[in-house]
């Protein structure tokens, strides 16, 4: 299956600016692999280590192992990199494999806990794809495993604004230029749009670079992004041969509700019926 590179990933240090300093689950996936009593964890599109490198932390101390896959080799070596700041003990405790969560090439291995978090599988956009992932995560639990997928909730409001094609600024940084003390300002503009047919929610992110006695140059990517509806991702788990044991609507294992912003659902395997 050919994989093109993702822009959002690609370009520059763009997603890092945008969300790589978010660190409100941090310390759920250590928890919840706790709670399970997982030693093997599988997490599907690690990226640049954000979650992995606190887990192996979590894991070391117990004498686990957590497996990183990302298809986005640059990704992969922002995680390696991270992880060589770390003692040697948690460095052995992280691996990263390179490869697509809708075929991941793991061999025999299984998995206590395999999770997908911070809404990575809303970068897939065909259900045949979404479910591919589930199915692949299923096939690579241990007995007793359990599968979590961590996904951003709809909110309608947003939802009904998006398409009014009214751009904002995001963030806002400045960049050293490379031998001399001048630095380029970077504005993030954000756009966002809303198609009801397909259930996409698309966030145009454009870097603005500003550097004195220059025109502004811009760089945009297009940010497609699958919105699940609560109840779909039961349906589809269901599909995937998997039944829902707990619902969390944060990431202090609070439940889901009407005010939850994320939807984190842990699944197993559908018990073989007689
Ligand atoms: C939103 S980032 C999350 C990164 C990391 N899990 C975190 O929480 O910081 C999504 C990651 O999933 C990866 N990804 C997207 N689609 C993928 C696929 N089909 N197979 C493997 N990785 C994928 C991207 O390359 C990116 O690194």
């Keep these: 299956m050919m994989v093109e590179p993702d822009p959002l990933y690609t370009t520059g240090d763009l997603y890092e600016r945008w969300l790589g300093e978010i660190d409100r689950d941090l310390g759920f996936w250590p928890a919840l692999a706790e709670r399970l009593g ?3 964890v599988l997490e599907l599109g690690c990226g640049s280590g954000r979650l992995l490198v606190p887990l192996a932390r979590a894991l070391s101390a117990r004498g686990g192992v957590v497996v990183g896959l990302d298809r ?3 990704m992969l070596h ?17 691996r990263l494999v390179l490869g697509d969560m809708r075929r991941p090439k793991l061999g025999a291995e299984r998995f206590d806990l395999v999770f ?21 995560a299923a096939s690579l639990l241990a007995q007793h495993g359990r599968l979590a997928v961590d996904v951003a909730q709809p909110d309608l409001n947003l939802l009904g604004q998006a398409g009014s094609g009214e751009a904002w600024i995001e963030r806002t940084w400045d960049e050293a230029d490379p031998g001399s003390d001048a630095s380029t300002r970077v504005l993030l503009w954000r756009k966002d749009r809303y198609e009801r047919a397909s259930q ?29 509806f609560p109840a779909e991702m039961d349906t589809v788990l269901a599909l995937a041969g998997l039944e829902v044991e707990a619902r969390y609507g944060d990431y ?3 439940a889901f509700d009407e005010a939850s912003t994320v939807l984190i659902t842990v699944a197993r395997p559908i018990a073989a019926r007689g």
Excluded: I, K, W, Y
């Design 116 to 136: 997908v978090p911070f809404n990575t599988l809303a970068h897939v956009h065909s259900q045949a794809d979404r479910l591919a992932c589930l199915r692949s």
């Design 78 to 94: 922002a995680a390696d990199r991270r992880l060589a700041g770390e003692p040697e003990s948690v460095r052995a405790a992280g």
């Design 252 to 254: 202090e294992f609070g």
């Design 72 to 74: 986005e080799p640059r």
């Design 38 to 40: 997982a030693r093997r």
């Design 200 to 228: 996409t929610f698309e966030v145009t992110l454009m870097a603005e670079r500003m550097r004195a006695g220059e025109l502004p140059r811009t760089e945009s990517v297009r940010v497609p992004l699958h919105v699940f």
